[in-house]
């Protein structure tokens, strides 16, 4: 059965720990309102309301029976009317008539006023320069110049399309002249120490004239031998970088300047050379050069033919260009040479290489070996994204493990020998970031480094072939001289 006594609240003989003091709390704030409530009654006992009461009158200031007499105005003449300025001190009023007629007239006179600002200096005529920075613009430079947006804008819409000054580049200079009136009087782009555009005004238009400068060509000649390197030991014979790249260009398909030099090989060259104001300004073109290769002499005779082509022959006339350069990539390493047996590092068997792997970084530019059409451009197996090139006589080659390709790299485009194709990559079967090169003649492979048939370009026609040989052995006597010279030099200095 249901028991209601146990049901009910619980009742406890003594009150908790809590419930004593709650009662604390409730009196403390009993106390506090009350000590509130009797400061607030102080307070208002010292304020004094008698200055709002109209029957009790301020107790400090003087009762006087006497009503207070009205002040009348005083009457002026029209000739003493003084009109008060702002600041005017009229509080003695014990100033002599005279005296305060002075001041009146003191005050009154009109302050003088301030110095107009001076005008803007005019900007000096004569001439101005400024050397083109890195990010500026056309609008910056006009603005730096003291120049009007207008006037760019009309200079610019003048400007013939080849001449356009939006192909401003960093370090080239802006000479600007004006008049004794700060007018405009000429504008002149300085593109290069040798050439400038000449801006003038013309009416509403403008006059464009375009000024070349003429460089005294002459001709040098040296020689060097390989110790280190053909750009260390080409620069100790006091040939500039560009001048070795054209070295290197000249004798590419015959020699290998990765792999193939040997200390001991000689150089030896003619070439032009451009002076302005008696200094140097640039290189020319190599005229005839001669490079001894592990014991082998090859030379090169440059010609110019009727026609305006130009090529680098032999003494006897044969063209040193061949269908194939050496090497279509600039590498650190051959990391895998031709082989018909070799462990591979991804499927881990022996297969057969049928090329050459040329180590180098990611990104390096691939060149076509030769002239040539695009059989392939694609991801094909292993390869993973590689280039076929269709040549000429049944050769064909293969350019694999690249990184990306070309632009306008399509199936059938037609391709010029050192055309960059592709980028190295390690796409496909691939550890390491490299180029597998192969080289297919009637669809066999054959060892790129090896290859010995590869054919040549045409040589010097017939009808010119008198006139390419009076001019061959004059340099060949040349060079033979220069080289004597030079090492007959350093024989002595040893």
Same mark, same amino acid.
């Given at each position: 059965?249901?028991?209601?006594?146990?049901?009910?609240?619980?009742?406890?003989?003594?009150? $908790?720990?809590?419930?004593?003091?709650?009662?604390?709390?409730?009196?403390?704030?009993?106390?506090?309102?009350?000590?509130?409530?009797?400061?607030?009654?102080?307070?208002?006992?010292?304020?004094?309301?008698?200055?709002?009461?109209?029957?009790?009158? =301020?107790?400090?200031?003087?009762?006087?029976?006497?009503?207070?007499?009205?002040?009348?105005?005083?009457?002026?003449?029209?000739?003493? &009317?003084?009109?008060l300025t702002p600041g005017l001190d009229i509080g003695n009023l014990d100033t002599p008539g005279d005296a305060l007629t002075d001041d009146l007239t003191q005050e009154t006179q009109p302050a003088e006023p301030e110095p107009e600002p001076e005008p803007e200096p005019k900007i000096k005529g004569g001439w101005q320069e400024h050397k083109i920075s890195s990010g500026e613009s056309l609008s910056t430079i006009f603005n730096d110049l003291g120049?009007?947006?207008?006037?760019?804008?009309r200079i610019d819409k003048a400007t013939p399309k080849e001449l356009s000054l939006s192909k401003i580049k960093p370090g080239q200079t802006f000479r600007l002249k004006l008049s004794d009136q700060g007018e405009f009087e000429e504008l002149i782009w300085v593109k290069t120490p040798v050439e400038s555009l000449h801006i003038t005004?013309?009416?509403?238009?403008?006059?464009?004239?375009?000024?070349?400068? !003429?460089?005294?060509?002459? %001709?040098?000649?040296?020689?060097?031998? @390989?110790? =280190?390197?053909?750009?260390?030991?080409?620069?100790?014979?006091?040939?500039?970088?560009?001048?070795?790249?054209?070295?290197? !260009?000249?004798?590419?398909?015959?020699?290998?300047?990765?792999?193939?030099?040997? &200390?001991?090989?000689?150089?030896?060259?003619?070439?032009?050379?451009?002076?302005? =104001?008696?200094?140097?300004?640039?290189?020319?073109?190599?005229?005839?050069? !001669?490079?001894?290769?592990? #014991?082998?002499?090859? /030379?090169?005779?440059?010609?110019?033919?009727?026609?305006?082509?130009?090529?680098?022959?032999?003494?006897?006339?044969?063209?040193?260009?061949?269908?194939?350069?050496?090497?279509? $990539?600039?590498?650190?390493?051959?990391?895998?040479?031709?082989?018909?047996?070799?462990?591979?590092?991804?499927?881990?068997?022996?297969?057969?290489?049928?090329?050459?792997?040329?180590?180098?970084?990611? #990104?390096?530019?691939?060149?076509?070996?030769?002239?040539?059409?695009? /059989?392939?451009?694609?991801?094909?197996?292993?390869?993973?994204?590689?280039? @076929?090139?269709?040549?000429?006589? =049944?050769?064909?080659?293969?350019?694999?493990?690249?990184?990306?390709?070309? /632009?306008?790299?399509?199936?059938?485009?037609?391709?010029?020998?050192?055309?960059?194709?592709?980028?190295?990559?390690?796409? #496909?079967?691939?550890?390491?970031?490299?180029?597998?090169? %192969?080289?297919?003649?009637?669809?066999?492979?054959?060892?790129?480094?090896?290859?010995?048939?590869?054919?040549?370009?045409? #040589?010097?026609?017939?009808? !010119?072939?008198?006139?390419?040989?009076?001019?061959?052995?004059?340099?060949?006597?040349?060079?033979?001289?220069?080289?004597? %010279?030079?090492?007959?030099?350093?024989?002595?200095?040893?």
């Amino acid at each position: 059965m249901f028991d209601f006594a146990k049901s009910g609240p619980k009742v406890y003989a003594h009150p $908790v720990p809590g419930y004593r003091r709650e009662r604390l709390r409730i009196v403390g704030r009993a106390l506090l309102t009350l000590l509130i409530l009797v400061l607030l009654i102080l307070g208002i006992s010292f304020l004094d309301f008698s200055a709002f009461d109209d029957d009790h009158p =301020n107790p400090t200031t003087p009762l006087s029976s006497d009503p207070i007499p009205l002040i009348q105005p005083i009457p002026v003449r029209p000739s003493d &009317e003084v009109v008060l300025t702002p600041g005017l001190d009229i509080g003695n009023l014990d100033t002599p008539g005279d005296a305060l007629t002075d001041d009146l007239t003191q005050e009154t006179q009109p302050a003088e006023p301030e110095p107009e600002p001076e005008p803007e200096p005019k900007i000096k005529g004569g001439w101005q320069e400024h050397k083109i920075s890195s990010g500026e613009s056309l609008s910056t430079i006009f603005n730096d110049l003291g120049l009007s947006q207008g006037l760019l804008i009309r200079i610019d819409k003048a400007t013939p399309k080849e001449l356009s000054l939006s192909k401003i580049k960093p370090g080239q200079t802006f000479r600007l002249k004006l008049s004794d009136q700060g007018e405009f009087e000429e504008l002149i782009w300085v593109k290069t120490p040798v050439e400038s555009l000449h801006i003038t005004p013309a009416g509403d238009s403008f006059d464009f004239r375009q000024e070349i400068k !003429e460089l005294d060509k002459k %001709e040098s000649q040296t020689s060097g031998a @390989i110790k =280190n390197s053909l750009f260390i030991d080409g620069q100790k014979a006091g040939l500039s970088d560009g001048i070795i790249m054209k070295l290197a !260009e000249v004798f590419q398909w015959d020699i290998d300047f990765a792999l193939g030099l040997r &200390e001991g090989d000689r150089f030896s060259l003619i070439y032009d050379e451009y002076h302005l =104001n008696g200094e140097k300004y640039s290189d020319g073109e190599i005229i005839a050069a !001669e490079f001894v290769n592990q #014991g082998k002499s090859h /030379k090169a005779i440059r010609y110019e033919h009727k026609d305006g082509s130009v090529g680098y022959y032999t003494p006897e006339g044969k063209s040193l260009r061949k269908a194939f350069i050496m090497t279509p $990539v600039e590498f650190t390493r051959i990391s895998s040479g031709f082989t018909p047996q070799r462990w591979h590092p991804v499927l881990k068997k022996w297969r057969s290489h049928k090329g050459v792997d040329y180590a180098a970084p990611t #990104g390096t530019p691939v060149k076509a070996a030769g002239d040539g059409k695009i /059989k392939f451009s694609g991801w094909q197996g292993g390869y993973g994204r590689v280039v @076929i090139v269709e040549h000429a006589r =049944n050769y064909t080659t293969v350019y694999g493990h690249l990184s990306r390709f070309a /632009k306008r790299n399509e199936v059938g485009s037609l391709v010029k020998q050192g055309q960059i194709i592709g980028y190295v990559g390690q796409s #496909g079967l691939a550890t390491g970031p490299h180029l597998h090169y %192969e080289i297919r003649i009637a669809g066999k492979h054959t060892d790129p480094i090896k290859v010995t048939s590869l054919p040549a370009a045409q #040589g010097i026609p017939d009808r !010119e072939f008198k006139r390419f040989r009076a001019r061959a052995e004059e340099l060949v006597t040349q060079l033979a001289m220069a080289s004597g %010279e030079r090492f007959a030099q350093v024989e002595k200095q040893e």
